[in-house]
């Protein structure tokens, strides 16, 4: 699976912001999805998932992000968005796409794009 990553850059606080993912070699639809973010000195964290098939779709969020961010996936496309607003100084990372493959647990990761929130 490989997946691009696009998106990102500088915004003010208050502001709003999206990014895409697109796979290739597999389908989320059939597997997870989701966004993580890593700032400097802290660990790779949690800010969206999603998973389901086109019946039921289930996501989550952390608390840090819940009510600001959303995830979303247009199966056509095999891309998953995270729309970001309210953006906070906080939210300021480095944020990567994942793909989670259901049948064996593995993990891909995107590239990474920086988001950048200022004060």
């Known amino acids: 699976v490989q997946l691009q990553a696009s998106g990102g850059g500088l915004v003010q606080s208050g502001g709003s912001m999206g990014l895409s993912c697109t796979a290739s070699g597999s389908d989320f639809r059939t597997n997870e999805g989701g966004w993580y973010r890593q700032a400097p000195g802290n660990q790779r964290e949690l800010v969206a998932r999603m998973f389901g098939d086109d019946t039921t779709v289930y996501t989550n969020y952390p608390v840090a992000v819940k009510g600001r961010f959303t995830i979303s996936r247009d199966n056509a496309k095999n891309t998953i968005y995270l729309e970001m607003k309210d953006l906070k100084p906080e939210d300021t990372a480095v944020y990567y796409c994942?793909?989670?493959?259901?049948?064996?647990?593995?993990?891909?990761w995107g590239q990474g794009t920086e988001v950048t929130v200022s004060s």
């Open positions: 994942n793909f989670h493959r259901r049948s064996d647990d593995y993990d891909f």
